[in-house]
């Protein structure tokens, strides 16, 4: 059973910066792709960002320039670097896999960009 355990996620100033990470079990973390996605209160899931195999990454227009997706693939762990922090960046940012037939998700962590 693939398991998704996200962390760092927390309250941050606008124009600050949070790194969270995501460690995977129960999967052959470096065959896959992996991604974060998020969720705002009152709307829906969105992609934040992926990146594949291979390293190959790709960015929401949202985040681009601002958020940076990397992964350890000794660690089975994937990260997101995320600069200059806008208070629409709130939200519960989920981890995801592409093992499966629609992906496995991780439990989610709080960012909260606020003064």
């Known amino acids: 059973q693939v398991l998704l355990v996200e962390s760092g996620g927390g309250l941050v100033q606008p124009g600050g910066s949070l790194r969270l990470s995501c460690t995977a079990s129960g999967m052959i973390f470096h065959a896959y792709v992996m991604g974060w996605y998020r969720q705002a209160l009152g709307k829906q899931r969105e992609l934040v960002a992926t990146?594949?195999?291979?390293?190959?990454?790709n960015y929401a227009g949202s985040v681009k320039g601002r958020f940076t997706i990397s992964r350890d693939n000794a660690k089975n762990t994937v990260f997101l670097q995320m600069n200059s922090l806008k208070p629409e960046d709130t939200a519960v940012y989920y981890c995801?896999?592409?093992?499966?037939?629609?992906?496995?998700w991780g439990q989610g962590t709080q960012v909260t960009v606020s003064s």
């Open positions: 990146i594949t195999s291979g390293g190959t990454t």
């Open positions: 995801w896999s592409a093992v499966g037939g629609l992906g496995s």
